[in-house]
């Protein structure tokens, strides 16, 4: 009988604390279920066999307590297969430590997606089949924020393609790019071809200032040349194209554009320009006295002619040239005609033309209002100048020239009334006896 009683208290000893054991797990369930989206007691042996687990539990993985009763109460089959072992590894070191871990994977939705899941464990400090640990596990769906890092991770990697191939590209041309900040006041210079040895100008206060002041006055993305300064401080052109962006209550917020240092273009420019001003000059000049030569002469005085009313045209030859020559030879004639030519040179004004006819004879236009005793003093003046500098020649010569002018004071003349109308004074000259001159008004 006392057995009978004592075997019956204990029976009811036994259903009190599974009872207390039961209201225990719901009071946990209840607090943790504010905090996570799913509770489960799992043990640690093969199946990962299910002891506890909530509502939300089951429904982060699309079941029902029935399937998962009927199931056998197998855990692994909820597991992502590639984090199976992953999570045996994690509750392993949990049991051998007795620290509480954190660990991420997938469970398998009954749909076939998975579930990421944020897991808390902690051993429990017992055994199933007094064999195998124990672990209380708190899960929280992390799945959104996995796929939101996800897509972020994705977009970072597009947005990291888009500007290795924008930098490749900004590589591959020679003009580089630069953006300005207007609030700050900064400017900032990318890309650009590495071998390009022109170096673009530093973003100095200077420099900015200088492509502020010439943008003021500029449509968006209008092409401008500007010489900025360089970093040794040297004056160099750039070539620029830039616009405004990101308007806001009608302020231009930012300035984009290319620029490209173009001073090796510009030199090249320069060499060009003088190459063809050499070639012209060569086409237009005699090669012995570097003067106009005979087409260019005509041409220069005829376009002086058509717009003149007043001016004296002269023609100059060289006495006895052909003696000079004889006696003394061809090399010392060329050295009196490069002589006479400096002469004539010198007496010209920097509007007046001088040139060479050919052979002796040379050709001088004064554009000027001239009185008559005016036009004999300069003319006195060049015959004396030749005749007195002839110490300067390598070999002691006589040295003089005639001169045929004509004093012109009425338009419509053309260049062949005014030749022939100098010649005939030249031919005057001569008779006279040389080293003089004569002088026609018109």
């Not at 200088?210 to 040297?234: K, P, S, V, Y």
């Not at 002018?405 to 100098?422: M, Q």
Request: proline share 2%.
């Amino acid at each position: 009988m006392d057995n009978d009683k004592k075997s019956m208290h204990d029976e009811q000893d036994l259903r009190w604390l599974i009872e207390m054991s039961k209201q225990k797990d719901k009071e946990l369930e209840t607090v943790l279920s504010y905090a996570a989206d799913g509770i489960g007691k799992f043990a640690c042996d093969p199946t990962l066999t299910i002891l506890y687990y909530n509502e939300g539990l089951a429904t982060l993985v699309g079941t029902t307590r029935g399937k998962i009763e009927k199931e056998g109460f197998n855990s692994s089959l909820y597991v992502h297969p590639d984090d199976l072992a992953y999570v045996r590894e994690n509750m392993a070191k949990s049991v051998a430590s007795g620290q509480t871990f954190n660990m991420r994977y997938r469970l398998r939705h009954l749909s076939g997606r998975d579930v990421w899941v944020k897991v808390t464990g902690v051993f429990a400090k017992e055994f199933y089949q007094g064999v195998y640990p124990v672990i209380y596990l708190i899960y929280t769906d992390i799945t959104e924020l996995v796929t939101l890092n996800e897509e972020l991770a994705w977009a970072n990697t597009q947005l990291e393609l888009e500007a290795n191939r924008y930098k490749a590209f900004a590589e591959l041309v020679s003009e580089s790019f630069f953006e300005y900040d207007i609030d700050t006041g900064q400017m900032v210079l990318f890309g650009g071809k590495r071998e390009d040895p022109a170096e673009i100008a530093p973003p100095t206060q200077r420099n900015v200032d200088i492509f502020l002041a010439e943008f003021a006055q500029r449509r968006n993305f209008e092409d401008m040349e500007l010489q900025l300064h360089a970093t040794d401080g040297a004056l160099t052109w750039h070539a620029i194209r830039a616009g405004s962006i990101e308007k806001s209550n009608e302020r231009s917020l930012r300035i984009i554009g290319t620029i490209k240092n173009i001073q090796a273009l510009k030199d090249a420019e320069a060499r060009r320009e003088s190459k063809e001003r050499q070639l012209l000059l060569q086409s237009r000049c005699d090669p012995m006295t570097q003067l106009l030569n005979r087409s260019a002469m005509q041409q220069a005085i005829e376009d002086q002619i058509n717009s003149q009313t007043a001016y004296m045209f002269s023609i100059i030859d060289i006495d006895d040239f052909k003696s000079i020559n004889d006696k003394h030879g061809h090399v010392f004639g060329d050295e009196v005609l490069k002589y006479v030519a400096d002469i004539l040179r010198n007496a010209c004004r920097s509007d007046d033309i001088t040139g060479r006819l050919g052979g002796d004879e040379f050709v001088m236009l004064f554009r000027a209002d001239f009185t008559r005793d005016e036009a004999a003093r300069r003319l006195v003046a060049i015959i004396e100048r030749i005749r007195e500098g002839v110490g300067t020649l390598s070999i002691e010569a006589g040295v003089s020239v005639s001169i045929g002018a004509i004093l012109v004071t009425r338009p419509g003349l053309s260049f062949l009334d005014v030749y022939r109308s100098a010649d005939a004074a030249l031919y005057e000259a001569k008779h006279k006896g040389k080293k003089t001159y004569s002088l026609d008004v018109y």
